[in-house]
């Protein structure tokens, strides 16, 4: 089992940044790929960023490329989402993922490892 932990939400206002963390434990947090989803109300889940289980390989959603950066750190056992310049649209309940499969954690995200969730809500 992974138990994943987020933190960091907040209220911003817009063109402003925030980091998210999640922490991961449970099992060796190098053996998966993680990524943090987003939820809107009245919208579906959505991807936001992705990365490796070495670092190597990251992956964003247009919408957020070169607003949001993600970072892990496997000796910690974390992995970060940067948000800068953010916007209204970007108001959403933040989860952490993870997956054993980069591919698949974007793509059958209904087998990912789920956080509970932090929201972050940017003002206009």
């Known amino acids: 089992q992974v138990q994943l932990v987020e933190s960091g939400g907040g209220l911003v206002p817009a063109g402003g940044s925030l980091r998210l963390s999640c922490a991961q434990s449970g099992r060796t947090s190098s053996g998966y790929a993680m990524g943090w989803f987003r939820q809107a109300p009245g919208k579906e889940r959505e991807f936001v960023a992705g990365v490796s289980r070495t670092g190597g390989w990251t992956d964003y959603a247009d919408s957020v490329k070169g607003r949001f950066t993600i970072f892990r750190d496997n000796a910690k056992n974390t992995v970060d989402l940067q948000m800068n310049s953010l916007k209204p649209e970007d108001t959403a309940v933040y989860y952490c993922?993870?997956?054993?499969?980069?591919?698949?954690?974007?793509?059958?995200?209904?087998?990912?490892?789920w956080g509970q969730g932090t929201q972050v809500t940017v003002s206009s």
């Open positions: 993922a993870a997956n054993g499969n980069s591919y698949q954690l974007k793509t059958k995200s209904d087998d990912n490892y």
